[in-house]
């Protein structure tokens, strides 16, 4: 079979449309943020930016799928920001004033108190953790020192939480990376109330990741149970893989591109699915404040950084990224920890290229919350669409692909109580609502 070649006539007509989508997204993402800008006007540049990605995709298959393929991923990876459009809204408060805790401040969110929303538990420089509970709303109010065994948390000089349970028993219990690489454990006795455990372990022995280890926990393998990704001072994020029943092992460096990631200094990760493509990638905050993107495709890639508002995303130093739906609208926005103790508040304003209307349909979800069942109604206007029940972590724990049911029932049973958010979705219309499991 004659292999195809891209000869330097399609190549130059190859670069020409690359550009073109370069120039036309670049117009694009400044436009969202101009006020003055019409649905009317955006929507139309959409449909141009998506002719010009079908054009591509065709010169793709016509001029040869290694070439150009990576071309077209590479393309794609660095305009990520068509499928979530973050906007600064400036630092997160409590009672009114800006939330500080002097130095390195690392954030996470969880619903410990089983209230519907989710409360924020912030690390620092200190070692302890603060907690600022939310009252429903996104308005949070002055933060308490998290304790355990009835006296105040502190793992010595830095701290980085993050919750999960890996025992099953239906409750998150609390992980804390620290200054010397460890990972101290709590667990949780099913009321928010924590016992110190001791040191987390992998490969038969405490684990180590050197100094500064920031936590994040992610189903890497699609295999029904949470591994364990640290990264560190030096700049590289460990990886540990769960056997299923909270065994792990592991510990090498995480590779994109072929080689080990090293963003230079205090790699700070979290994956989520930025590119909406149904599958998580990585965000790694670093020293200089900005974050990295890795793309996942059969592999990770590098993408351009992380951008709001028509440019990188710099909080000065030492960025500590999460993803949270902190306005309950549906879609993750992004809450950012730096050196000086504050944390960012970027709002996730989500378009996706081929969503030209950009509308929604009234669509209802019953009950919610929910302590099993969902049943989702009036859906009649819609076809062939899909519906994905995303957890906060940006995992797709339920999809239903091609549907054109008037209504739908989907039981959650089997998954842990929190917060979820249902995605409905087709060619035209995207549709978000938060559901709460109970």
Excluded: C
């Excluded at 990576?70 to 809204?89: D, G, K, R, V």
């Excluded at 001072?233 to 460990?238: A, C, F, H, L, V």
């Amino acid at each position: 079979m004659k292999k195809n070649n891209l000869f330097p006539r399609n190549a130059s007509y190859w670069n020409k449309l690359v550009q073109k989508f370069y120039n036309l997204n670049a117009k694009i993402s400044k436009l969202i943020f101009t006020k003055t800008t019409s649905a009317t006007e955006i929507n139309f540049l959409l449909e141009r930016l998506n002719k010009l990605f079908k054009k591509l995709s065709h010169l793709k298959t016509k001029v040869g799928f290694k070439i150009a393929g990576t071309a077209l991923a590479l393309m794609l990876a660095t305009t990520s920001a068509n499928a979530q459009n973050f906007t600064n809204i400036g630092f997160l408060q409590a009672n009114g004033t800006d939330i500080d805790v002097g130095y390195l401040s690392n954030p996470f969110f969880a619903d410990i108190d089983n209230d519907g929303d989710l409360d924020l538990f912030l690390g620092g420089y200190a070692g302890n953790i603060k907690v600022f509970s939310n009252n429903g709303q996104g308005v949070f109010s002055a933060g308490i020192n998290l304790q355990a065994n009835g006296s105040d948390i502190n793992v010595g000089g830095y701290s980085s939480p993050a919750f999960a349970d890996l025992d099953e028993d239906g409750d998150l219990d609390l992980f804390i990376g620290n200054y010397s690489g460890y990972i101290v454990v709590f667990t949780n006795n099913g009321s928010g109330i924590f016992s110190g455990l001791g040191l987390f372990q992998a490969n038969g022995a405490n684990l180590d990741v050197g100094d500064y280890a920031t936590i994040v926990f992610t189903d890497f393998e699609n295999d029904g149970d949470l591994d364990l990704f640290v990264g560190n001072y030096d700049g590289n994020i460990k990886g540990y893989l769960n056997n299923g029943s909270g065994i792990f092992t592991g510990g090498g460096n995480f590779i994109a591109d072929g080689t080990e990631i090293d963003v230079g200094k205090f790699a700070k990760p979290f994956f989520v699915d930025i590119d909406d493509d149904s599958d998580i990638d990585l965000l790694v905050g670093n020293y200089y404040g900005n974050i990295n993107v890795f793309i996942k495709n059969t592999s990770f890639f590098a993408s351009s950084d992380l951008m709001a508002d028509g440019s990188e995303i710099d909080v000065g130093l030492i960025a500590s990224p999460t993803f949270v739906d902190i306005d309950s609208d549906g879609d993750l926005d992004l809450i950012v920890g730096d050196y000086y103790g504050t944390i960012s508040f970027f709002k996730n304003l989500e378009i996706n290229v081929n969503n030209s209307k950009l509308q929604e349909s009234e669509i209802t979800v019953s009950p919610n919350p929910t302590k099993n069942l969902i049943t989702i109604s009036y859906l009649e206007n819609l076809e062939n669409y899909n519906v994905q029940i995303i957890d906060i972590s940006g995992k797709i724990v339920e999809s239903y692909t091609n549907l054109n049911e008037n209504s739908l029932q989907i039981d959650l049973s089997g998954h842990n109580k929190g917060i979820y958010i249902l995605k409905i979705f087709n060619d035209n219309v995207i549709k978000t609502s938060k559901i709460i499991l109970e």
